[in-house]
């Protein structure tokens, strides 16, 4: 059924005005109040009315305003007045509902100033709507409360941020706006079955540890292997820098040129790389000892049960000379601040999957952020509709009708055929893919959060 210009069938359109810039469309609503709503009497008198401006959704490029004359009417049993119902606006916003809708789903891919722009409401406004529509989305996904939960810094537009994630289904639950123990504890606190946590990944940070130990005081703690060995790394880096007081420039750029050999595991080396770092260790004793303790670092990692690795540590620390001492400062005060969790991986090792998937998070997620808002980039990376549902963009666009069958004219050059008539898809599905419905998600299976592959996938293509 063809309908007014606003496809709103519950308003008449009285009169449509158009300017360069916008549509000023006047309406009034098709049923009026026949009952009061307070005591349902139909005895309903007139009591005046006012012009009231709501915001609809852009139209052919223009803004939109619907200009009524809502009515205030009183009734004659109780004698109050009301003004009449106008359906399907948000009167509190002064727009129309679906204009709410549309600026909350677009407010995750647009800025602010973009959409305050084409729609001629105040950039506070939208920012406003957003918080709303992220408000309601918060109420109705839920993801489950990991079992094994990692808490990481990541860093997201600028700052380092928070992520917490699902060990066990590599995928990601939350991200928080900063890393302090505050925000942690809040998060944790909010954490619906928190007692189901049992282990607890993270990053070698205080604030995280602090916060975790008071509210889920019956979890483990575990330190990932990965940021204690980059710390052995990190002793390489300074003996290297260290040393180039002593070297020619030309040396320096020689070195500069072989710090990944040194960075390297001793097993992962080729012959030439081999070769390369013999002749820096035979020169300089000092980088030499401390690519081996480094290498020995390492080697704690093998051990089988915690007692076994505090066995190593203790071995390897005996042996550190006081000349080199300096630049594993910082492992060994680590080590001895946190020994209890980093003890913890023997018995409870973090995924090399989890690891290296988060690692990987990290290289693209820089790509992420410009022009966004930390509260829009959550958004979109929690409640993207296509992350949740592996699908990708909305559905090409279908025309409506077959186009009619073509009577091949002679003469006619094969490339006629259809006249111009777009060419049809082949793979065309029979009907839409069904729209994300969160309530129904949750029904069909638990909700464990966001795959992390996924989303590094969609980052990288450019999706997100
Ligand atoms: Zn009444």
């Known amino acids: 059924m063809p309908t007014n210009i606003l496809n709103l069938p519950q308003y008449r359109v009285l009169r449509v005005e158009e300017t360069n810039h916008d549509y000023h469309v006047t309406a009034e609503p098709v049923d009026v109040a026949s009952a009061c709503p307070h005591c349902q009497s139909d005895r309903l008198t007139s009591w005046g009315t006012r012009e009231q401006v709501f915001k609809d959704m852009p139209m052919h490029g223009k803004r939109v305003g619907i200009y009524i004359d809502t009515k205030r009417l009183r009734c004659q049993s109780c004698g109050k007045t009301f003004s009449q119902a106008l359906p399907v606006l948000a009167e509190n916003r002064m727009m129309t509902e679906r204009l709410v809708k549309w600026i909350g789903q677009q407010a995750l891919k647009r800025t602010f100033t973009s959409l305050a722009d084409e729609t001629g409401l105040v950039e506070g406004t939208i920012r406003n709507?957003?918080?709303?529509?992220?408000?309601?989305?918060?109420?109705?996904?839920?993801?489950?409360?990991?079992?094994?939960?990692?808490?990481?810094?990541?860093?997201?537009?600028?700052?380092?941020?928070?992520?917490?994630?699902?060990?066990?289904?590599?995928?990601?639950?939350?991200?928080?706006?900063?890393?302090?123990?505050?925000?942690?504890?809040?998060?944790?606190?909010?954490m619906p079955n928190r007692d189901q946590v049992q282990y607890v990944a993270m990053d070698l940070w205080v604030p995280y540890r602090d916060a975790v130990s008071a509210v889920l005081p019956e979890a483990t703690i575990v330190i990932d292997k990965f940021y204690v060995v980059r710390m052995a790394n990190d002793a390489m880096e300074k003996a290297r820098k260290g040393l180039r007081g002593?070297?020619?420039?030309?040396?320096?750029?020689?070195?500069?040129?072989?710090?990944?050999?040194?960075?390297?595991?001793?097993?992962?080396?080729?012959?030439?790389?081999?070769?390369?770092?013999?002749?820096?260790?035979?020169?300089?004793?000092?980088?030499?000892?401390?690519?081996?303790?480094?290498?020995?670092?390492?080697?704690?990692?093998?051990?089988?049960?915690?007692?076994?690795?505090?066995?190593?540590?203790?071995?390897?620390?005996?042996?550190?000379?006081?000349?080199?001492?300096?630049?594993?400062?910082?492992?060994?005060?680590?080590?001895?601040?946190?020994?209890?969790?980093?003890?913890?991986?023997?018995?409870?090792?973090?995924?090399n999957a989890y690891t290296e998937s988060?690692?990987?998070?990290?290289?693209?997620?820089?790509?992420?952020?410009?022009?966004?808002?930390?509260e829009a980039l959550r958004t979109k990376v929690l409640f993207t509709e296509s992350i949740h549902s592996h699908k990708q963009k909305r559905p090409r666009f279908e025309r409506k009708r077959e186009p009619e069958p073509v009577e091949m004219g002679y003469g006619l050059p094969d490339d006629a055929i259809g006249?111009?008539?777009?060419?049809?898809?082949?793979?065309?599905?029979?009907?839409?893919p069904e729209a994300y419905d969160p309530h129904k998600h949750e029904k069909r299976e638990k909700n464990y959060g966001v795959d992390i592959s996924t989303l590094i996938r969609m980052i990288e293509a450019g999706e997100l």
Not at 131 to 159: A, Q, S
Not at 178 to 186: A, C, G, L, Q, S
């Open 129 to 190: 709507i957003f918080r709303g529509y992220i408000g309601e989305l918060e109420k109705t996904v839920h993801f489950e409360t990991p079992k094994w939960m990692g808490i990481n810094e990541i860093h997201i537009i600028n700052k380092p941020r928070c992520v917490v994630s699902n060990i066990q289904n590599n995928t990601i639950v939350d991200m928080l706006h900063n890393r302090n123990k505050d925000t942690v504890e809040k998060y944790l606190f909010k």
């Open 246 to 351: 002593e070297l020619t420039i030309k040396q320096k750029r020689g070195l500069m040129h072989d710090r990944f050999v040194l960075l390297k595991r001793e097993s992962d080396l080729n012959d030439k790389e081999r070769l390369n770092l013999d002749s820096w260790t035979k020169n300089y004793p000092a980088l030499g000892e401390t690519y081996r303790l480094k290498e020995d670092f390492y080697g704690i990692y093998e051990a089988e049960t915690p007692e076994d690795a505090m066995r190593r540590y203790e071995a390897w620390h005996r042996v550190i000379s006081t000349e080199i001492r300096p630049y594993f400062a910082d492992l060994i005060r680590a080590f001895t601040n946190w020994q209890p969790f980093i003890l913890n991986y023997f018995e409870h090792p973090v995924t």
């Open 358 to 374: 988060l690692n990987s998070l990290i290289r693209v997620m820089n790509r992420l952020g410009r022009g966004y808002s930390f």
């Open 419 to 432: 006249y111009g008539l777009p060419v049809m898809e082949k793979e065309r599905p029979l009907r839409p």
